[in-house]
């Protein structure tokens, strides 16, 4: 993925036309790097190490999804 998306932009080097390469709907080329390459790669960094289920005191279990961890870390709220 990384030297796809490098030899992607290094078509230009100007900002405006770099713009335009990174716009999907301009660009269906990165559209494609991104849907094909890095979302997956996102979604088994995620889920590494992910138990399949989470303990509810309300339901029992439930299963643990990828989704849930990007919802969890960002919340607004107090950190700790």
Excluded: Y
Aim: aromatic letters at 4%; proline letters at 4%.
């Amino acid at each position: 993925f990384i030297s796809s998306s490098h030899l992607h932009f290094a078509k230009t080097s100007l900002l405006l036309p770099q713009m335009r390469l990174g716009n999907s709907s301009r660009s269906p080329t990165i559209a494609g790097l991104v849907l094909e390459h890095l979302c997956p790669t996102i979604q088994n960094i995620l889920e590494d190490g992910l138990r399949d289920h989470k303990l509810d005191l309300i339901i029992g279990q439930r299963r643990n999804h990828s989704w849930r961890v990007v919802e969890v870390s960002t919340r607004i709220g107090k950190c700790s």
